[in-house]
C-alpha cells in the first residue's frame, strides 16, 4: 500500500493510538480517530488536532463505526479495554469491548471494502507457559479474561483474511511504554508509575518481589511496526510479536531510575495481582522476516526518553514560580 492513505485509528485518543495517529500525520496520511473517550484523553492529539478528523464514538455504535470506516484504505485497531487484574473483575464488559469490539470493526471493513486491518494484540495470550522466549507457534494459554479476549481478537483477524480475503495483522505487544502513558492507566503502566514517583521523591510500588520480568517496548517500535504493516506488500491474518527481545525485571527498572535521576529511593513491595504472569521474554524474529521488524529504541534509552518526558511534564504542573522556588 504506497502512497498517502486514508487510515482509522480505533482508540485513537489512548497512549498508543495517539502516537500512532501523530505518526500517520507526519507521513503525510490522512488519519479519522474513533474514540468513545472511557478509556483516552483527546489531549493527546492537541498538536494535530487540525489535522485529523475526530469522532467521538464507541466502536460498538455500528452507526458511527460504519460512518467512521468509509472511504478508508486502512485500519489501525487499537481500541481495547486493557487492565488484566480489571478484566478479572469484569470479564463480560472485556468481551463486549474487546472481542465483539474487534469483530464489529471487521464486519464494518468488509461492508465499507476495507481491505487491511493491523489489530493490537496482546504477548498475554502466551499466559504463564515457562518457555522462553515466547514464540508465535507455541499453544496460546491465556490466563485472564482480558488475555482471552484479544487472543479472540487475533482468531478473528486470521479467519476474516481466510475467509473474506481482507488483509490481516496482529501484533502482538510486549509491554509497551513511553511518553504520554497514564501513570494511574489500568494498563501496565508500572514504568510511568515507578518513574513519577520517584521524580517525587517518592518509594516506587513494587507487587510482588519484583523479580518479574517483562520484555518492556518503547512506543518507537511499536509505531514502526504500524507503518511498516501499512505499507507491506501483502498480509494474510499473520500474528507476529513486537517487542526488544530483552528480558527486564521490575527491580532492574527502579534501580536504573536511580542511577539516571541520581537518587537512592528504596521501593516497597506489596502483593502480586492477580492475572499476571511471572516471565515474559519476546523472540522476534518472525517480526523481522514478515514485516522487517526490527526495534530502534532499547529499553535504557527508552526509559531515559520517559523520565525526561515525565519530569518536564511535572515541571509544566508546577508553573514558573513554583519551578524557580523548587529547582
Known amino acids: 500500500m504506497n502512497g498517502a492513505k486514508t487510515v482509522l485509528v480505533s482508540g485513537g485518543a489512548g497512549f498508543i493510538g495517539s502516537h500512532l495517529a501523530r505518526a500517520l500525520v507526519a507521513r503525510g496520511d490522512r488519519v479519522r480517530v474513533i474514540d468513545d473517550l472511557s478509556r483516552g484523553d483527546r489531549s493527546r492529539l492537541a498538536d494535530i488536532a487540525g489535522k ?14 460504519a460512518a467512521a470506516v468509509r472511504g478508508v484504505d486502512a485500519i489501525l485497531h487499537q481500541g481495547a479495554w486493557v487492565s ?5 473483575e469484569h470479564p463480560a464488559e472485556y468481551h463486549e469491548i474487546n472481542a465483539t469490539g474487534t469483530l464489529r470493526v471487521l464486519e464494518a471493513a468488509r461492508a465499507a471494502g476495507v481491505k487491511r486491518i493491523i489489530y493490537a494484540s496482546s504477548s498475554s495470550a502466551y499466559g504463564e507457559s515457562p518457555e522462553l522466549p515466547k514464540r508465535e507457534s507455541m499453544r496460546a494459554l491465556p490466563i485472564s479474561p482480558y488475555a482471552v479476549t484479544k487472543y479472540t481478537g487475533e482468531l478473528y483477524m486470521t479467519v476474516y483474511a481466510v475467509v473474506y480475503g481482507l488483509q490481516t495483522l496482529s501484533l502482538r505487544y510486549f509491554n509497551v511504554f513511553g511518553p504520554h502513558q497514564d501513570p494511574k492507566s489500568l494498563y501496565g503502566a508500572a514504568i510511568p508509575a515507578i518513574v513519577t514517583r520517584m521524580l517525587r521523591g517518592q518509594r516506587p510500588i ?6 518479574q520480568t517483562r520484555d518492556f517496548c518503547y512506543i518507537d517500535n511499536v509505531v514502526q511496526a504500524n507503518l511498516l504493516g501499512l505499507d507491506a506488500p501483502s498480509l494474510g491474518g499473520e500474528v507476529v510479536n513486537i517487542a526488544c527481545g530483552q528480558r527486564v525485571s521490575i527491580n532492574q527498572i527502579w534501580r536504573l531510575c536511580n542511577q ?16 499476571d504472569v511471572r516471565d515474559s521474554l519476546a523472540d522476534i524474529s518472525l517480526a523481522q522476516r514478515v514485516l522487517g521488524y526490527r526495534p530502534t529504541v532499547l529499553f535504557e534509552e527508552g526509559l531515559r526518553r520517559s523520565i ?6 511535572m515541571q509544566d504542573a508546577l508553573g514558573p514560580d513554583q519551578r524557580c522556588q523548587g529547582g
Open 52 to 65: 485529523i478528523q475526530f469522532i467521538h464514538a464507541s466502536i460498538l455504535d455500528r452507526e458511527a463505526l
Open 84 to 88: 488484566v487484574a480489571h478484566s478479572v
Open 206 to 211: 513494587i507487587h510482588g518481589d519484583g523479580e
Open 260 to 275: 539516571i535521576m541520581g537518587t537512592d529511593i528504596q521501593p516497597e513491595y506489596g502483593p502480586p495481582r492477580p492475572g
Open 308 to 313: 525526561a518526558w515525565y519530569r518536564a511534564q
